[in-house]
């Protein structure tokens, strides 16, 4: 009964704060969660170089001037992974904080309620805008905080948007047909930061695995 007591204040605790403050709450959120991201995705990174994935690939190296052969790249030091860190940080409090809310209310504001029309078009329009875009600039930002050349950024993102769209739809899209519908506005930034904690591991992984 103790622990059942103690969990139940901190939930309680949480929703008060959640309610009070929810830009600061959701932006510490999204800190975490996409250093999280980022820091599972060097274990995979590491994981494949201790393999030697990668190793002898010309086809794949030679489909993209900006992925070179993972057996071929040292290991990034450790001034280059606090570097991604913090750029996953800064781009979970953008998001967290900024974006998603902020364009969550405007599509409620545009289409209000929770029926079928009103979620459809909802949950498309923010995989049409976040999915395009917001994975965009999620991938070039991350490449660009750690210093990587504009020009090589700028490939990286170009090569893997299409398939990142296409996994956005795959994963986004049935998610905000589920938080439009069922999900209240307040609690939404929660369950869409749990969920951005393995995407952000995908992005992350994205920008660098094949390039580390």
Known sequence: HGL????????TAYMDLLSRRPRLLSGAQGAGLSMLGDMAAQRIERQRRSRGEGEGNSKAASSD?????AGKLPPPTSGELARRLAGAAGLGVFFSAGVYP????????????TGARAVLAKSLSEVALLGGFGNAASIGGRLLAEGKPVVETATVVRTAMPSVFLSDLCV???????????????????T?????????????????GKRN
């Not at 047909?177 to 209240?184: E, R, S």
Request: proline share 7%.
């Open 192 to 208: 869409t930061a749990v969920l951005t904690l393995f995407w952000q591991t995908y992005l992350s992984y994205v920008a660098h």
């Open 4 to 11: 059942d007591g103690a969990m139940a204040a901190l939930a």
């Open 102 to 113: 902020t364009l969550y209310a405007l599509l409620d504001v545009r289409w209000p309620g």
């Open 65 to 69: 001037a900006a992925f070179v052969d």
């Open 172 to 190: 986004w899209l049935p998610y905000n047909l589920i938080a439009f519908k069922f999900v209240p506005a307040v609690v939404r930034p929660t």
